[in-house]
């Protein structure tokens, strides 16, 4: 029962002694891998997100909401983006550049959506003028008739 006893003592304390030595041999995690760099899944998602907005861009084209000038530049800016998320997507996506990724998407969206709601007029055109003539824009009559 003795040799049992010290033998098992002695098993213990050899592998309590070499347990942290073992530890210390485990395969390192990469660096960047750790903080989050190998996020292809975060650039797809930004890559399907401006290919909504060019499309959307190309919907209010066709419905001549936005001038074609309008949309060709809205376009262009989209395209950059796109090539640009493309580009950071291939190695990993840092959390600044996501950032500044997400950031200049919500400035194109709103882009669009000011260039959409404003009608594509410009002051001087008829459908601007009361029936004194004025430009709606600069009258101070609040839409009376002047006699």
Do not use: C
């Given at each position: 029962?003795?040799?049992?006893?010290?033998?098992?003592?002695?098993?213990?304390?050899?592998?309590?002694?070499?347990?942290?030595?073992?530890?210390?041999?485990?395969?390192?995690?990469?660096?960047?891998?750790?903080?989050?760099?190998?996020?292809?899944?975060?650039?797809?998602?930004?890559?399907?997100?401006?290919?909504?907005?060019?499309?959307?861009?190309?919907?209010?084209?066709?419905?001549?909401?936005?001038?074609?000038?309008?949309?060709?530049?809205?376009?262009?800016?989209?395209?950059?983006?796109?090539?640009?998320?493309?580009?950071?997507?291939?190695?990993?996506?840092?959390?600044?550049?996501?950032?500044?990724?997400?950031?200049?998407?919500?400035?194109?969206?709103?882009?669009?959506?000011?260039?959409?709601?404003?009608?594509?007029?410009?002051?001087?055109?008829?459908?601007?003028?009361?029936?004194?003539?004025?430009?709606?824009?600069?009258?101070?009559?609040?839409?009376?008739?002047r006699g």
């Amino acid at each position: 029962m003795r040799k049992f006893l010290i033998s098992t003592a002695l098993m213990a304390s050899t592998l309590a002694v070499a347990a942290p030595a073992a530890a210390q041999w485990a395969q390192p995690v990469p660096q960047g891998y750790a903080y989050g760099y190998d996020n292809h899944g975060q650039a797809r998602r930004l890559e399907v997100r401006v290919a909504q907005i060019r499309r959307e861009i190309q919907q209010l084209d066709r419905r001549d909401i936005l001038s074609n000038r309008e949309a060709r530049r809205l376009d262009e800016q989209a395209r950059n983006l796109q090539q640009r998320v493309r580009y950071i997507g291939q190695n990993g996506i840092d959390r600044r550049e996501r950032y500044a990724v997400e950031r200049q998407i919500a400035q194109l969206e709103q882009r669009i959506q000011r260039e959409a709601s404003d009608g594509n007029r410009r002051t001087g055109y008829n459908n601007d003028r009361d029936r004194d003539g004025r430009i709606d824009r600069y009258e101070d009559d609040r839409g009376r008739v002047r006699g």
